[in-house]
């Protein structure tokens, strides 16, 4: 716990700071996922701690609930008399080729479609099996990535730190933050209460670490919203992920919408985006254009292979990086397994969405003091690097006794009742609480 929590305020430039951890329990893993998850989910606590010792002279103390932090991990929702679609699309998911192992994902209908122009239509895993039977890890995982799609073969930790990809990553900081642009210098109009209140967040990102960045942001009080393209849906974690937020869409290739966005923007005190690393370029949205149209923006982004190197521009998810670099086959080994054994919880993504949030409070607490605005990019693959380091996890389930919503809300989402499981975070006198419940994408109008 400690050397993943010294790591991470060394990234973000926090002080060294006593939180107090309660609660028994960990994710059963070869990698230490619960210890991550407290960590992480502290060094956002903490950056708001920090914030209000600005503004109030005051230094909250911070309590972190490891079993909860576990829960949360996976997810903090549980449905009453309806239930949540699945999270995987039918065919996503590991296949032996006739060297290896590689992972298909195929949860969107265009990533789908991509693998499917490659190997052919399957109607069913059985089909999926025989097709990428016939196929070497190398070739199939190039050619789905040219097609368009997600695919990532099996590699060992030893393989990545090989690869020029591995090394391009395992080269660039936990989290890259700078200052940049003009200045902007707004006065806090938080609370002891609610911190971030005032603060508009818009929010570009899909699954999954993008939105639980900004999730954490409306329970401190953030007006966020989310924008989506027009016919994009993520049903098996809306529920999760969209509490707090409202939701709109806008079709960024249209130019009366575009008009829509860059009036957003220009009010924006936070952008957080989750595009490959030259999506928001070729839409004429560069770093640059960002900061002219919204002088002292707050600039978070995020991908999944990291910033350098060869795959800069890869699609990438929590899974197709744990195949990758090696996490995966560490889980195989570590559990006797034949097959691929990622680990038990998407971590990387709900890690790197919490440091997210904690980059994004620093940048206005910076912006606060000196009205500059700033950036801060991550990765998954960077946050894989520093869960592999800090060595091995454990064979011990969380008990039985412990799974059971003790603390939860109802919750009214759009879907019927819920219970939303007891935050993991205790910040004295400061409650994470969200006014909006879940909701359907595109449920609101574009605007502030």
Known sequence: MTDFLTSIQAALGLPATAITFTADGALPSAFAVTDLACASIAAAGQAVSELLRQQTGRLPPLEVDRRLASFWFSTSLRPLGWSVPPLWDPIAGDYATHDGWIRLHTNAPHHRAAAESVLGACADRKTMVAKVAQWAKDDLERAVVEAGGCAAQMRSWQAWQAHPQGMAVNAEPLIDLSTAGSARSPAWQG????????????????????PI????????????????????????????VTLGKRCARLDLHDSSERQVFESLLKEADVLLHGYRADALERLGYGASERQKLAPGLIDISLNAYGWSGPWQHRRGFDSLVQ?????????MHWKHAGTPTPLPVQALDHATGYLMAASAIMALTQRLKTGQGGTARLSLARTAKLLIEQGPGTRAPLRAEETRDRGSLIEQTAWGP???????????????????????????????
């Open 191 to 210: 609370s002891v209460a609610q911190p971030l209140a005032g603060v508009k967040v818009l929010d570009l990102t899909r699954v999954l670490a993008g």
């Open 213 to 240: 960045a900004s999730r954490f942001l409306a329970g401190l009080g953030a007006d966020v919203l989310r924008i989506d393209p027009p016919h994009w849906n993520e049903p098996g974690v809306i529920p999760e």
């Open 323 to 331: 195949m990758s670099c090696g996490i995966a086959e560490a889980g």
């Open 418 to 448: 819920a219970h939303r499981l007891q935050v993991p975070l205790k910040i004295s006198a400061t409650p994470l609480q969200w006014a909006i419940p879940a909701g359907e994408l595109g449920a609101h109008r574009a605007q502030w």
